[in-house]
């Protein structure tokens, strides 16, 4: 049972080169998030009232041995930003001497800004053209917030990626090419895309020539598979 008042942890990777760019990491999946995107990897971690399958208290001794052989933190999920506790648990491990990164899909921009002074490095999720978001993540209003968290990065400075997971069957490849001219135009430098998976199968085959185009918008563009 989880203490009241502690994060609530789903899950823990001990160590990662690709969760922080440059960065050796562990990271730290967050219990609950509010949205409900069809391609959801993670949907043991949706409940935000699931039993934690660690405490803190545990996972900040294991980050204490482990000072001096990883870089950095990264807060993951579920939707990170959804708890209440996540502020005062940055501060525990920026205390230890560790970088803190966030992924998050910026759907709480207020409390992403009250993060942002503690924060190395974000890879925020843009989920969709923005005419399309609820289609993705099952919910209203969603376009908004994650438009005002990346107006947020853009204005505080800290390295950030935007991370595009899609669906074909939700919007087409010509969908892509809009959200590139949106990024491409806010002053987005860093764009990473991957086709999701469903029932564990990829759900694109290969590269979709349109994608392929987009890298010259971009400081650095990825194809994720
Ligand atoms: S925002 Fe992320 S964690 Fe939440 S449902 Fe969508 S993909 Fe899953």
Same mark, same amino acid.
């Given at each position: 049972?989880? #203490?009241?008042?502690?994060?609530?942890?789903?899950?823990?990777?001990?160590?990662?080169?690709?969760?922080?760019?440059?960065?050796?990491?562990?990271?730290?999946?967050?219990?609950?998030?509010?949205?409900?995107?069809?391609?959801?990897?993670?949907?043991?971690?949706?409940?935000?009232?699931?039993?934690?399958?660690?405490?803190?208290?545990?996972?900040?001794?294991?980050?204490?041995?482990?000072?001096?052989?990883?870089?950095?933190?990264?807060?993951?999920?579920?939707?990170?930003?959804?708890?209440?506790?996540?502020?005062?648990?940055?501060?525990?491990?920026?205390?230890?001497?560790?970088?803190?990164?966030?992924?998050?899909?910026?759907?709480?921009?207020?409390?992403?800004?009250?993060?942002?002074?503690?924060?190395?490095?974000?890879?925020?999720?843009?989920?969709?053209?923005?005419?399309?978001?609820? #289609?993705?993540?099952?919910?209203?209003?969603?376009?908004?917030?994650?438009?005002?968290?990346?107006?947020?990065?853009?204005?505080?400075?800290?390295?950030?990626?935007?991370?595009?997971?899609?669906?074909?069957?939700?919007?087409?490849?010509?969908?892509?090419?809009?959200?590139?001219?949106?990024?491409?135009?806010?002053?987005? #430098?860093?764009?990473?895309?991957?086709?999701?998976?469903?029932?564990?199968?990829?759900?694109?085959?290969?590269?979709?020539?349109?994608?392929?185009?987009?890298?010259?918008?971009?400081?650095?563009?990825?194809?994720?598979?």
């Amino acid at each position: 049972m989880t #203490a009241r008042g502690e994060l609530r942890v789903g899950g823990l990777t001990p160590l990662t080169t690709i969760d922080f760019p440059g960065r050796l990491a562990a990271v730290v999946f967050c219990q609950g998030c509010a949205w409900r995107c069809s391609y959801c990897q993670n949907p043991a971690l949706l409940e935000a009232g699931a039993p934690a399958a660690l405490r803190w208290d545990d996972v900040l001794a294991f980050l204490g041995r482990r000072q001096g052989l990883l870089d950095a933190v990264v807060f993951s999920g579920g939707e990170p930003t959804l708890q209440a506790q996540l502020p005062a648990a940055v501060e525990q491990v920026h205390a230890l001497g560790f970088e803190v990164g966030l992924h998050t899909a910026g759907m709480y921009p207020a409390r992403l800004a009250r993060l942002l002074p503690r924060l190395a490095w974000v890879g925020l999720d843009i989920k969709a053209p923005f005419h399309a978001y609820d #289609a993705v993540t099952g919910m209203p209003g969603g376009a908004a917030k994650a438009r005002r968290s990346l107006d947020l990065l853009l204005a505080a400075g800290v390295p950030f990626e935007c991370r595009t997971t899609w669906d074909p069957g939700l919007f087409p490849a010509s969908g892509l090419e809009e959200l590139a001219d949106e990024l491409a135009g806010r002053g987005v #430098a860093h764009w990473s895309v991957q086709g999701c998976r469903i029932d564990g199968r990829p759900a694109v085959g290969v590269q979709p020539p349109e994608v392929r185009r987009l890298s010259t918008r971009f400081r650095e563009f990825r194809w994720r598979d």
